[in-house]
């Protein structure tokens, strides 16, 4: 068998490389997607005050600080056993939201629009965001805008735009002023604009990528995300949802608490990136997604008007549910435009400006579970403290993790559809890479490295040796 | 036009690579405080969104930390000059020179702009200033300030 080596994966959160090993007649194989960063918060947070992880773990991420700050804090909540105040979630629902929508305008404008704007085969010295301000401003303002936005909703809220110490167990630390939802009140007009125009510059082009769309993660595999009691889209509260490849519903209600009984997981020698899978289908059958792509496949409806349209003509994707992981990329757009109009319905509520906004307690428990939805998917927090709040066991399940098995398998359908001959050319690496970022993953979340994202492909022959090696 | 833009940067977590993001803040905490024209940005590196406000300020600060060999050397001003730089821009970082690229291809206009740099030794797990670093971002910060007092910006600091 020969091998091919892509090392490092440019425009992903972290660092990785793939392998590709070849058979005797020169066929793609198998394919491995390796992640070379470790980063051991699990272990290094053992002997820490619960009460300091909301801080510690936001820090594991300078894109989704947010996410891992809300989850610990909900786990923290769970340790103190109280309720937050009404205020306190609808303000971390508020931050959540605006979260996804800098998250996603970073990942769709700054790093897959010069894939899908500029094409595949544009050399990669052009292939890149200033390539895209170049060819279509208007867009590349407009994603400016829109990260803009989203980080100023958080620093109104949190205080600042990265890593805010703002959601503690029992609540968050401060409320939002008046004139702080005034501001986000005055923005939205101006996103909702952009994304609607972003949404309909997309979809004229998606006929371009049929051959992308073919093959970049197209298989049948199970979908996670919480969802609202009703199957309206959910972040923050509500019950785990798992469907599968025809839509219908496997688990219709998991309590997210209980999610170890559902989710296990393995790790391989040659990945820091853990492997989950659903525990009752084992580790072949139990591959799952979770993320955009997933949340909108869960879900029946977005709740809101603008993003119900948008969902409706999504689901027209697929049979059941939505499989092309290349569809991801337009789930990101819809979740930007549901979550903006989501935010423009909780600026409404009367709750928001209330001043109180965290409850207090000690240790009233030794384990919280702690879950929303990042805006790469379904994020858990599991946490065991001793009678003193400090902490025993740490459990970080990652949405990039969960993506594990579903990311090396599109690896290798990528890599079977592009690989000719035994050769690695610039077409090949870009897909090979742009199939992997269809998953927007984030690998300094889910190896808890310093470092940058550098690919590197690697191809290797049936002997074991390498005959061949791409290095960005 | 907001006048002045301080862009620091730096991981705080990261010894002396905190003290462009330290002179930011201490930017932020004093004459930035007292004046709507200078706006202060900071982060862990550059980001591109920042371009969106360079192209509203006249003139502009990028603060980073510059390891030394060794030397004494002290803080340093650079002018800056918008720079084409191709691949050298992506989704999460951007030199000063590409940023102020960008601002002028999306926005029509980059401001005058300059990279003060701190001297800076150490660089490993640690969230304090060494005192070559520390000395250094206080420097930086008397520097930027009797520029902004001589008049760039709308209006001198109190």
């Given at each position: 068998m020969r091998r091919v080596v892509i090392d490092p994966v440019t425009r992903i959160e972290g660092h990785a490389k793939v392998t590709l090993y070849l058979d005797d007649a020169g066929e793609v194989a198998d394919a491995r997607f390796h992640v070379t960063e470790f980063r051991g918060f699990e272990k290094f947070c053992e002997g820490r005050p619960f009460w300091e992880m909301p801080g510690i773990t936001a820090r594991i991420c300078g894109i989704c600080p947010v996410s891992h700050l809300l989850a610990s804090a909900k786990a923290g909540d769970q340790i103190l056993g109280v309720a937050p105040p009404p205020a306190a979630e609808k303000l971390r629902r508020l931050m959540n939201l605006a979260q996804i929508v800098q998250s996603h305008a970073l990942s769709f404008f700054h790093l897959s629009s010069p894939d899908l704007l500029l094409g595949f085969d544009v050399p990669a010295a052009r292939r890149n965001l200033f390539g895209v301000a170049e060819a279509y401003p208007e867009l590349a303002r407009a994603g400016i805008r829109l990260r803009q936005f989203g980080q100023e909703v958080i620093a109104q809220l949190g205080g600042r735009r990265i890593h805010p110490s703002w959601a503690v167990p029992g609540g968050v630390r401060a409320p939002l002023s008046a004139e702080g939802r005034d501001a986000i009140r005055a923005g939205l007009p101006e996103q909702l604009e952009a994304i609607t125009r972003t949404i309909a510059r997309f979809k004229a082009d998606e006929a371009r990528f049929a051959d992308e769309v073919a093959s970049f993660g197209t298989f049948p595999s199970l979908f996670l995300s919480l969802v609202g009691e009703d199957g309206t889209w959910e972040h923050y509260g509500g019950a785990l949802r798992l469907v599968d490849a025809r839509g219908e519903v496997v688990e219709a209600a998991i309590d997210p608490a209980r999610y170890a009984e559902y989710i296990a997981e393995t790790a391989e020698p040659w990945s820091y990136l853990k492997f989950p899978y659903y525990r009752p289908a084992g580790p072949v059958d139990g591959m799952y997604r979770v993320g955009p792509l997933a949340r909108l496949n869960v879900c029946r409806r977005f709740g809101t008007p603008l993003a119900d349209a948008e969902l409706a003509e999504l689901k027209t994707r697929g049979e059941g549910?939505?499989?092309?992981?290349?569809?991801?990329?337009?789930?990101?757009?819809?979740?930007?435009?549901?979550?903006?109009?989501?935010?423009?319905?909780?600026?409404?509520?009367?709750?928001?400006?209330?001043?109180t906004c965290r409850a207090s307690a000690g240790v009233n428990r030794l384990e919280g579970v702690g879950v929303s939805e990042a805006p790469r998917g379904t994020l858990f927090h599991h946490y065991e403290v001793d009678e003193n709040g400090l902490l025993t066991a740490v459990d970080l399940l990652i949405a990039t993790g969960q993506n594990n098995l579903a990311m090396n398998r599109t690896v290798a359908q990528v890599a079977r559809r592009y690989v000719r001959g035994g050769r690695l050319d610039d077409g090949v690496l870009n897909r090979v890479e742009a199939g992997i970022r269809a998953y927007d993953p984030c690998l300094s979340c889910s190896t808890h490295a310093i470092g940058k994202m550098p690919l590197v492909v690697e191809l290797v022959a049936a002997d074991g040796t390498a005959i061949d090696e791409a290095r960005r | 036009m907001t006048g002045v833009a301080v862009a620091g940067y730096g991981s705080t977590l990261r010894g002396d690579d905190a003290a462009g993001y330290r002179v930011a803040r201490a930017i932020a905490e004093g004459c930035a405080s007292e004046r709507a024209d200078v706006r202060v940005l900071v982060g862990v590196q550059p980001l591109p969104e920042w371009a969106a406000e360079l192209a509203e300020a006249d003139v502009a600060y990028f603060v980073d930390a510059a390891p030394t060999a060794g030397?004494?050397?002290?803080?340093?001003?650079?002018?800056?000059?918008?720079?084409?730089?191709?691949?050298?821009?992506?989704?999460?970082?951007?030199?000063?020179?590409?940023?102020?690229?960008?601002?002028?291809?999306?926005?029509?206009?980059?401001?005058?702009?300059?990279?003060?740099?701190?001297?800076?030794?150490?660089?490993?797990?640690?969230?304090?200033?060494?005192?070559?670093?520390?000395?250094?971002?206080?420097?930086a910060v008397r520097l930027i300030e009797e520029r902004l007092r001589a008049g760039e910006g709308s209006r001198p600091c109190a």
């Open positions: 549910a939505v499989l092309g992981s290349f569809h991801y990329h337009y789930a990101r757009l819809v979740e930007i435009l549901g979550c903006l109009e989501l935010i423009e319905r909780l600026l409404d509520d009367p709750d928001l400006l209330s001043t | 030397g004494a050397a002290g803080v340093e001003v650079v002018e800056l000059t918008p720079t084409p730089v191709g691949g050298m821009l992506d989704g999460h970082a951007a030199s000063p020179a590409a940023l102020l690229d960008l601002a002028r291809a999306l926005y029509g206009r980059a401001p005058r702009a300059f990279l003060v740099t701190v001297p800076a030794e150490l660089f490993g797990f640690a969230d304090d200033l060494s005192a070559l670093a520390a000395a250094g971002v206080g420097e």
